[in-house]
């Protein structure tokens, strides 16, 4: 009898649970709970941190095939792969952002590659790469038209350059791309993989799409309003 | 006695194979190369220019020369895909950036049809241009126009 009403009474497993957590300690002392407390955090965040920086490498990058057989094998060669300063860029230096934040939002928006590449293998193989190639440039090309080429100007920086020292045609351009408020992206693209077919059309669109949505500011003035102002 | 005869042949002939070999030894080492410096160590080698690209508009060496291109292409890509030239040089853009626009011979097919975008023709822009350095000729060139 004395079974059967104490099998009723026994609460479900979420409530015991809570209860084992809701109890105060009984024997621990305080600070030792402290500590304990502070090591698994210790770990929990060391861990996470650790396999974020993980993910940030490129070993990581390029142990899946569709990033080491075309992506990576186009930048070898490239002046951010090989040059005569011996300073090298990296996949993740150019495609994640350095600001924690960011990094974490980019994160948490790259499963969906881990998706592509375990369920629908959508660029699984060089054609279907290639069939994509414009769609994913796209998206690189939106990023860092949005945040101002956020990744470039870790290194490169308008401020810092010398004109002087750089071609004629560079520097003129440098100060026009100034002058009008253009970022990197808006003249390099492509400067670390192949371009696709018509990818300057498809740049052009990629700003146009970003100007109508409000994500940025047009650079330049309407024709109309610069004549408007040339009148004046 | 026979001994003695190939002794003796032995003595003359020894030294001067030793001799032979020494001096041929000695003419050849005048010619090879002594040190990887190439110069004896007080003497002031000088390092060698860094040729760059000449800048500006090159003035053609005959009436049909391609025109010169006076920057670097190296990075350039020009393949079935993509030409990275046409970004400044076509009729499109060649305004906003500044650059000379190609000719218009290059928007013509092979029919002599005037085309919208660069012929195919003429995509590979590379076959006849060359970028345009500042260095002495690596090989004699005895080329005249025909002009």
Redesign the interface.
Known sequence: MADIENQAKKPGLLKRLWRFIARPSVSLSVGFLTFCGIVIGVLFWGGFHWALEMTNTEPFCISCHEMRDNVFAEYQG??HQNNSSGVRATCPDCHVPKEWGPKLARKIAATKELYGHFVTRSIWTEEKFKDQRIHLASNEWARMKKTDSQECRNCHAFDYMDFTQQ???AA??HQKALDDGLTCID?HQ??AH????N??EAYRGVVADLIANGDIEPQQRDIEEAKAAIKE | MRKLGILGVLTIAVPLAAGGIALAQQAADNDRVQTLRGAPIDEHVAVEDIFRPNEGRVSRNYRQQPPLIPHKTQQYQIDLAANECLSCHDWTNAGDRGAPTLSMTHYLDRDGQQLDSVSGTRWFCNQCHVPQVNAPALVENTFEASN
């Open positions: 490239t002046v071609e004629n045609r003129k351009n003249c492509g400067i192949d371009l696709p077919p990818y300057l």
